[in-house]
């Protein structure tokens, strides 16, 4: 079996701002399991990032070990890539992201890699608000070891052998939310077009953006009795905010009543029909997306789409004043100030 992709693509793809076509944003063929949801995945950051216009070489893809950590090997491979030790991808991240904040960050991590070994390095990222993508691509089993539960196997999940889980789940989302996330969004691998959208606005959100996303394991964990599942997730789930992602443009204004509806035309020019009305959910609020996440926990529901979002909070490069230059683009007289001055940061400490 060949793994090499043909090089031939139709002349007439359609291609981006930058006139690029797809095929840059892609990667090698994947070695996943035949409809695996990670792949789902991959092909929705494909598409997130191409409709962003980024630049492939501008763009940072960092990973742990599991079944999630091999897929960034499936998209951008035109990009920087690190595949660190299991559940360390944070620190990687943070590290990168000091020496160059202007690249965008993916991270991508496993409910192992997260929820278990990486728990820690995990709650830290979060808290230090850094500028990242972190993709959780979320199946309640260690793939690679032939299906066990993980840390996100909700409590009576059963396993392929027809065991259940006895311990409550730690779910991913309440626990960004409560430690001070200022993106946080779950979504469904099978569900391209709520998951596309939610990525764009993810990977412009300065500051750290997480995204779980339920992604079921077709060999290990996609039976009956599994809570990620296929069938199970289509069954229960619950959409939160439905939102879209429109890059910044001239300012597109309307003033309509309560009750009443507006018919806007797009830069693109497509046509968006406008329906005011109080949303149920308001994702700008801490509380708010606290209690919409116990409801839906409470009615045996998954609460999915744009949870939280904090656009003010400053991100880590921020908070700690760092240089506002890489450090890869500093010359050697920024970076030796010469011994004059350091004799006098010397002279500070006699």
Request: net charge negative.
């Amino acid at each position: 079996m060949s793994y090499l992709k043909p090089n031939f693509r139709h002349p007439q793809l359609p291609k981006n701002g930058l006139d690029l076509t797809r095929s840059s944003y892609e990667g090698l063929i994947s070695t996943l399991c035949a409809g695996c949801g990670h792949d789902s995945i991959s092909a929705a950051v494909i598409q997130a990032c191409w409709e962003l216009d980024l630049e492939p070489h501008r763009i940072a893809k960092v990973s742990g070990i599991g079944c999630s950590s091999k897929s960034p090997t499936y998209f951008l491979n035109k990009s920087h890539g690190f595949n660190s030790v299991h559940g360390r991808m944070p620190s990687v991240a943070t590290g990168a992201n000091v020496a160059n904040h202007e690249l965008t960050y993916i991270g991508v991590s496993g409910d192992g890699d997260s929820a278990s070994i990486g728990m820690g390095q995990f709650a830290h990222v979060v808290r230090r608000n850094l500028n990242m993508l972190y993709l959780v691509e979320n199946n309640g089993c260690y793939g690679l070891t032939k299906g066990q539960d993980s840390a996100t196997a909700d409590e009576g999940s059963k396993s392929r052998t027809g065991n259940e889980n006895p311990f409550e789940n730690i779910d991913l989302v309440g626990v960004a939310l409560e430690i001070g996330a200022t993106f946080v969004a779950r979504s469904f691998s099978g569900d391209k077009e709520q998951l596309v959208p939610l990525m764009k606005a993810a990977i412009s959100h300065r500051g750290f953006a997480l995204i779980d996303v339920i992604s079921p394991c077709v060999t290990f964990n996609n039976h009956h009795g599994s809570t990620k599942s296929y069938d199970y997730t289509r069954e229960h789930v619950q959409t939160g905010s439905i939102i879209d992602f429109v890059p910044p443009r001239e300012e597109i204004t309307a003033q309509y009543d309560a009750g009443e509806s507006m018919q806007l035309d797009l830069h693109d020019g497509s046509s968006l029909s406008l329906q005011k009305a109080q949303p149920n959910h308001d994702p700008t609020s801490r509380r708010s997306a606290t209690e919409a996440l116990l409801d839906s926990r409470e009615n045996n529901q998954i609460l999915t789409g744009l949870i939280y979002i904090d656009a003010q909070e400053p991100d880590f490069h921020e908070v700690m004043q760092l240089n506002d230059a890489p450090l890869n683009s500093l010359q050697q007289d920024q970076l030796c100030p010469g011994n004059e001055k350091l004799r006098s940061i010397n002279n500070v400490f006699r």
